[in-house]
C-alpha cells in the first residue's frame, strides 16, 4: 500500500471562528479542516483503499508549540515536514496572503509575504524540478469578511496575477469555490484524476520496461522447449536388414504331363 501525503497550506482566514458573523450559515468555518477530512474520507473510498493511504498534513494537528528563537515556519519545518516532501500541496486562499518572514524569495527577491507562499513556493520549484510533490491551488471567493486588510486583499490579488500571466514567474491554473460542497467536489475530484494519471504513467513506464524482458523471456522459452523436446524423445533403434530365405527345389518331368521339353527347361 501506497502512503500519499498532502500537505494543506493556507492564511488564517479560512480558520475563522464559527460564530464570526462573516461565516455564510449552514458553513463550516474552517476549510482547512475540511479539506483535511476530504482527504481522510479517500481511506474509505473502494476503489483507492486497498491501493493507498491518505495522509493529511495540518501543523495544527501535527506541529508541537515549540517556542525557541524561531520562526513559526521554521518551527513547521522542523516539527512536521517540509511541502517538498510529500506527494501534494493543497494550497488555500481568501482574503488574507498572511504574515510575512524574515526568508528571502529567490523568485520575486523580496521577503516572502507569508508561510503560506513559502510552503507554496517550496512545492512549486520542487515540482518543476522533479515533478513532485503536484501544487494544487484553489480560491475562496465567498465576500471578503468587512474587517479585511485592503493591502492583505492586494497581495492575494496579485499572488493569482502572478499565475494567470503567462510571462510571469508562475504558470499554472486554479480553481475557484463558493461553498464547503464545492470544495469538497474539487477536492476529491482533481485527486481521483491525479492518482489515475500516476497509474497511468506508472503502467506506461511499467510496460516499457518490461516489454524487452518479456520478449527475452519467451524466447528462454521457446529454447529451452525445443532443447527439452530434444531430451525427452525416445531414440528408435535403427532397423535391421530384413533377411529372405530362398528355398530351391529341382523337379523331374512326368512325361503323361503334356508338357514339351522346351517348356520344362524354361521352368
Known sequence: MREIRVFISSPSDLRRAPDDSSTVPGEPADKRQLVSEVIRALNERPTLRE???????????????????QEAQKVVDDQML????????ICLFWSRMGTPLTDINPDTKRPYESGTEYEF???YRSYKRRRKPIPLVY????PVPHDSDPEQIAKVIAFFDRISDQKGGLQGLWKDFKSPNELKALINNDVELLIARQEQLSSRVRDRILQPINLLFAAVLVILAIILAVLITPRVPPLEPAQFNVAIAGFVLDPASGISQADAQEL
Open 121 to 123: 513556493y517550496d512545492a
Open 82 to 89: 517540509r511541502p517538498r516532501d510529500t506527494d501534494m500541496v
Open 51 to 69: 491501493r493507498y493511504k491518505f495522509i493529511p498534513y495540518l501543523y495544527e494537528e501535527l506541529t508541537p508549540p515549540v517556542v525557541g528563537g
Open 139 to 142: 480560491r475562496y471567493k465567498a
